[in-house]
């Protein structure tokens, strides 16, 4: 999948759960689920849909396709396993994973930044870093890396599910279907994914700049 895919598909999130709903039925949650588990809990796969998926689905909850209780409920647990998932990987794994220099994934740049991001915020990092996307799914498994004790990291990661995943869902819940946002749904999901890569961008950029001076 190039990125015009992954940007088409995140532009008509509409038309394709609707596909998947008709092609699957009750079994659609078990997919949701898989999703964002994927995209939370796998340091692989961060290209997944997050921020405008949730808003997207609740969109479609909003107007009947699902149950907004069981998919809050779904999309939580999702959430959190995915997260302790992505924790234990990286404590099993441990620094280790970023000796090659070479590597694909566990680059050592990657796992530096994300010590000054935990370094700057604290626990509140896990919370933080839920609405930035790829940093969502690379800050628990530094957790992981990093031996954060595993009682603070699953409070921080509880809070940081239950506030991401309801603040996504339930705006699309409640705003979704208005005429202003459902006759521009995909210039309302173009814009959460501008809004959500923009922390991101900016510290990317703050990154550059730092090392262009030094």
């Known amino acids: 999948m190039d990125l015009s895919d992954i940007f088409n598909f995140l532009l008509h999130l509409d038309r394709y759960l609707n596909n998947v709903i008709d092609k699957f ?100 990092a896990i919370v933080l870093g839920r609405f930035i996307p ?18 603070r990291f699953l409070f921080f990661n509880v809070v940081g599910g239950f506030v991401w995943v309801s603040l996504f869902l339930f705006a699309g819940y409640f705003f979704g279907n208005l005429p202003l946002v459902k006759d521009n749904f995909s210039l309302a999901i173009l814009g959460i994914v501008v809004v959500s890569i923009l922390p991101g961008l900016y510290e990317y950029t703050k990154h550059r700049l730092r090392k262009a001076q030094n």
């Not at 690379?138 to 595993?150: D, E, I, K, L, T």
């Open 25 to 124: 039925g009750f079994f659609t949650y078990l997919i949701l689920f898989l999703v964002i588990f994927a995209e939370t809990g796998l340091v692989v796969t961060p290209f997944l849909p997050g921020d405008s998926l949730l808003f997207a689905l609740g969109t479609l909850a909003a107007g009947g396709s699902f149950n907004i209780i069981l998919l809050f409920a779904v999309l939580f647990l999702a959430s959190v396993v995915g997260d302790t998932v992505n924790y234990w990987v990286g404590n099993f794994i441990g620094a280790k994973a970023f000796e090659k220099p070479d590597a694909r994934f566990f680059k050592k740049e990657y796992l530096q930044r994300t010590e000054r991001f935990y370094e700057k915020h604290g626990g509140k």
């Open 134 to 151: 790829i940093v969502r799914t690379f800050v628990p498994f530094v957790a992981g890396v990093g031996n954060m004790s595993y009682p």
